[in-house]
């Protein structure tokens, strides 16, 4: 069975400063990874997305994320965080066709004036 | 943004009384899932579906029920109510293309007292 972690429960980071909330994941086949946000009070939105290609994926609102096979990481990085981006952020994996996800238990962004 | 509506949006309702709540879709994707989202555990699924009247269990299914009897409704039915359901439910839908994301609704606010 597949499953995911996200070490870092908060993070706090001042706002202009390069941000990155680590992912691990285990999955026995190629995976499908996924990062999604929350506001608070809200749904969940993607962010980003990676099957296959190219290792490094770009996102909505500036995101980038690298797949790392050997890691088993799919970490989520910012150049220049804004406060706007303080929100919950999960990783997710999906389980090939059908879109069930396994996600892990989420990083919560803090972010500093 | 994909039309998802999840009914109702807060509840709070007594241990021991049954409990449904709605996700309407307008998307026509083929699946739909329940999550429950509890702080440090992420999102966890609950049931989900493939098709009118198919559905299987997820991870945490015990005390819940779910039905579809059209490919726009899916039900989660909590059929006798306790606190440790307590919890922000999320309706999710995707299509049957491989590698595509699923789409989340508002989610429900359930307080079981």
């Known amino acids: 069975a597949q499953s995911v972690t996200q070490p870092d429960i908060h993070i706090t980071v001042s706002e202009g400063a390069s941000l990155e909330l680590r992912c691990n994941y285990s999955?026995?086949?190629?995976?499908?990874l996924f990062w999604y946000v929350q506001s608070p009070g809200q749904g969940l939105q993607l962010l980003l997305k990676y099957f296959s290609g190219d290792t490094l994926v770009q996102g909505i609102k500036g995101f980038e994320a690298e797949f790392k096979r050997s890691q088993s990481s799919f970490n989520l990085r910012k150049p220049s965080v804004h406060w706007s981006d303080a929100a919950e952020y999960f990783c997710?994996?999906?389980?090939?066709?059908?879109?069930?996800?396994?996600f892990g238990g989420g990083t919560r962004l803090m972010v500093k004036p | 943004d994909a039309g998802i509506t999840q009914s109702p949006r807060h509840k709070v309702t007594e241990t021991g009384t049954p409990v449904t709540l709605r996700c309407h879709q307008t998307e026509n994707h083929r699946y739909m899932y329940w999550y429950r989202q509890d702080p440090g555990h992420g999102l966890r699924l609950i049931h989900y579906?493939?098709?009118?009247?198919?559905?299987d269990k997820g991870e945490v299914s015990d005390g819940y029920s779910v039905s579809r009897s059209k490919t726009e409704d899916f039900l989660l039915t909590l059929e006798s109510a306790t606190s440790s359901q307590t919890s922000v439910y999320f309706c999710a839908t995707g299509t049957a293309i491989e590698n595509a994301e699923a789409f989340f609704g508002q989610g429900t606010r359930l307080t079981v007292v």
């Open positions: 997710a994996v999906g389980a090939n066709a059908g879109n069930m996800l396994t």
């Open positions: 579906s493939y098709g009118v009247k198919d559905t």
């Open positions: 999955y026995g086949a190629t995976p499908y």
